[in-house]
């Protein structure tokens, strides 16, 4: 069984950083594109950064601002949150892009001055 294990949330002011972070037990997360989402209260989760081989793509909210990237020594995929918004407010979660593992328990960003 594979468990996705998501940290590194928390509270911030406007305008601050953060960096999430994803790691795995039971699956080598460099053999798979990986992805990260995130839910906000009373919405759906939705789809915010992923990483291929090389290649990464994002969602235009947090294009120039966010950026994934994978530690494959760490077996960890990594988002780095910049000039953060309050309406990056939500739970982050890591997951395969194509096919899904169990989700993790998500890590909680609040942002709020």
């Known amino acids: 069984q594979v468990q996705l294990v998501e940290s590194g949330g928390g509270l911030v002011q406007p305008g601050e950083s953060l960096t999430l972070s994803c790691t795995a037990s039971g699956a080598q997360l460099n053999s798979y594109t990986m992805a990260w989402y995130r839910q906000a209260p009373g919405k759906q989760r939705e789809w915010v950064a992923l990483i291929e081989v090389a290649n990464t793509k994002y969602a235009d909210s947090v294009k120039d601002r966010f950026t994934i990237s994978r530690d494959n020594a760490k077996n960890m995929v990594t988002l780095q949150m910049n000039s953060l918004k309050p309406e990056d407010t939500a739970v982050y979660y890591c997951?395969?892009?194509?096919?899904?593992?169990?989700w993790g328990q998500g890590t909680q960003v609040t942002v709020s001055s």
């Open positions: 997951n395969q892009y194509y096919n899904r593992f169990p």
